[in-house]
Structure formats: C-alpha cells, structure tokens
C-alpha cells in the first residue's frame, strides 16, 4: 500500500509564516537568515533579536482584520515583517503608515534624536503590486528625486512579490547562489516534491526551512490555528460583502426616495405616476407626500 503523502500547510498562510520563524529557537537563526538574505546585511551583524508579538493569535476580528506579522527589533534596527496573501487598495499606503509608526514609537519624550534606529517594513506579497517591473524584490527608501541622494536610512521599505518568482521543479532547478529567491520558493511551495528539491540545495538555512516546514505541517496544534484562522478570514469577507450588499440595496432605496420627493414637490406628477417611475409602493408614495406637505 503507497505511503500516503504527507498535506504540507504552505508558508504563505500567516499562521504557518509566523510559526517558521518565531517558534524557531531563541537564536532565532532561520529568522536571521531571511533577513540577511533579503536586507543584503551579514548574518553576524543581525544580533540581540528580540520579538515584540511572538503570539500566533489572536485569530479573532471586531470588524477588522488582525494581522498576523512579525515585529522585532535587532541591536541596530527595528523591523516589520508580514505575509500578505490578498490585494487590498491602498496596500501602500497602509505599509508606509505602519513603518511611520514603527519610527514615531522609537523615540520617547525627551529622548535623542540620534537615538533613533533604522525601522525596515518587509512585505512578502502573494500578488503584484508593481506590475510594470519584472523583479521580484524593490525597495524603498527617502531619496531626493533627481540627484538620488539618500535623505537617510531610517526608513525603508521592501516588497517581495511572490507570483514573480518561480516554483522550483524538474524543470525550474533552484539556485544555490540566490538565497532569497529560494526563501520565496520555500514559501511558495505546497508539494513534496517541491521541499525535497530544495532540500536537495547545499544551503543550510533552506535545508532547515524545509524540514521546519514539514514539522510544523504535521503539529496538530499548528493545523488547528490554521484552520480557525482561516475560518476568521473566511467570516470576515463574507461579512463585509454583506455589508457591501446591504449597502447598495440602501443606496439605491435613498435615491428612489429623494426622486419621489422631488417629483412630488415638482407638483406634474400623480402619485400612481411616481410609484411607476420610482418603483415605490403607492402608500409609499402618500406618506412622503404627507411628509413634504
């Protein structure tokens, strides 16, 4: 009887993204990884990583959506770090606003202003955002807009767009010498054969990406808190279609309304008209008029 294969929970669920990095050990080391692969900076330089939300939940919502990233901050720098599966307008601006405050609460009353660290927002995405550019990975950061000249490194901001890149297969071999764009294979896969190509890599922190990937997929405790939150993701869009819905069957009762009450204070209409041109009820109709006279 075929062994039956084992269902790998991919990495760009959040619950999953989170568990990769922040249930690691305290060395944090394939956190530390990633970082030096996609911040370009020495492993060796990225120390004393101290995780300011390691919780996986909460997994509930009151009308808006929780997020699941991962903030921390090193000996040199404070970082954001989120997976982003789902488009959402103004995607942006909404990562710009939360590196402006991860910048504004580095600093406390009274305090230095040299005291301020660099605050680095990275964005893995499961969608395009910059459509007109073939890389996968741009940065950002506060530059004068013809001589380029850096204003400073405080802030930066990185998007690592998943549907560029890839999937590694027999076809598609991975590439040892491009770190990053196996961590965005890594998160991308969702097969056996997937993991074992990349494990087949001669890159120590893929190697134990994939087998933390495996043993995360297999944790009970781990499938459950995917599943609720999926759940929540799931009751959260479908209320706000809902709401959505709601919202236009009220928009178009308003305007039938003020077209009724604009037609009755024209005074050219009866009301059997107006109920055909409005598609309200005729006692519908006789109230307004009472309500305009």
């Known amino acids: 009887m075929a062994k039956k294969k084992r269902e ?3 990495v760009t669920n959040d619950v999953m993204f989170k568990a990769l990095f922040v249930n690691d050990d305290r060395d944090y080391a394939l956190l530390r990884s990633f970082l ?3 911040l370009k900076i020495p492993k060796n330089e990225i120390v004393d990583i101290l995780i300011k939300n390691p919780e996986l939940v909460p997994l509930a919502y009151e009308g808006k959506m929780t997020r699941l990233d991962i903030l921390l901050t090193t000996s040199k720098h404070t970082i954001n770090v989120e997976m982003q599966v789902a488009s959402e307008e103004y995607y942006k601006e909404r990562s710009l606003l939360y590196c402006a405050r991860m ?3 580095e600093l406390h009353e009274g305090e230095d202003y040299g005291k301020l660290q660099p605050c680095i927002g990275i964005h ?5 955002l910059f459509p007109a550019c073939p890389e996968y990975h741009s940065s950002f950061s506060m530059r004068e807009d013809n001589r380029h000249e850096q204003l400073t490194d405080k802030m930066q901001l990185h998007y690592l767009e998943l549907p560029k890149v890839l999937k590694v297969s027999d076809k598609n071999k991975p590439d040892e010498n491009d770190e990053l764009r196996l961590w965005m294979q890594l998160f991308k896969a969702k097969t056996e054969e997937e993991l074992d190509l990349l494990n087949a890599t001669n890159v120590t922190a893929i190697q134990q990406g994939v087998k933390a990937v495996r043993t995360l997929s297999e944790d009970e405790k781990i499938r459950e808190y995917v599943r609720q939150r999926e759940k929540a993701i799931q009751d959260y869009y479908s209320d706000m279609a809902v709401a959505e819905s709601r919202g236009k069957a009220e928009g178009k009762a308003e305007e039938k ?3 009724a009450i604009a037609l ?4 050219k209409d009866t009301i059997e ?3 055909l041109l409005t598609g309200l009820s005729i006692e519908e109709i006789k109230i307004l008029a009472n309500q305009c006279s």
């Open 124 to 128: 893995i995405l499961n969608f395009t």
């Open 273 to 275: 008209d107006i109920s």
């Open 103 to 105: 910048y504004h609460d």
């Open 36 to 38: 030096s692969a996609a």
């Open 264 to 267: 009755l204070k024209r005074g």
């Open 8 to 10: 790998i929970i991919p």
């Open 257 to 259: 309304t003020n077209l």
